[in-house]
């Protein structure tokens, strides 16, 4: 297991951390900042899925026409945890 840490840009969220298994799997996502509600249903929906697949799901998702999101910074994460 390997642990991440990633600054988000241009969102209300400061951190995401989260780990990654051995077979890609997402582990322990946490958000620091942002909306608690939505950030933390987003850590429980998406505990034990391949990050590449949520990677996909989440990428381009906007927030009030601030050309990113949350879930878009995440899917960044995930992209750059990937391509180590």
């Known amino acids: 297991m390997k642990s991440y840490r990633f600054t988000p840009k241009g969102?209300?969220?400061?951190?995401?951390?989260?780990?990654?298994?051995?077979?890609?799997?997402?582990?322990?996502l946490k958000f620091q900042g942002g909306c608690p509600g939505n950030l933390a249903a987003i850590g429980r929906?998406?505990?034990g899925r391949y990050a590449r697949e949520?990677?996909?799901?989440?990428r381009g998702n906007d927030c009030a026409g601030k050309g990113t999101s949350?879930?878009?910074?995440?899917?960044?994460?995930?992209?750059?945890?990937?391509?180590e």
Do not use: P
Request: net charge negative.
């Open 11 to 28: 969102v209300c969220s400061r951190l995401i951390t989260f780990d990654l298994d051995e077979e890609g799997k997402i582990h322990s």
């Open 45 to 47: 929906l998406l505990e």
């Open 54 to 58: 949520a990677a996909d799901i989440l």
């Open 70 to 83: 949350c879930a878009d910074q995440l899917s960044k994460a995930l992209d750059e945890a990937l391509a």
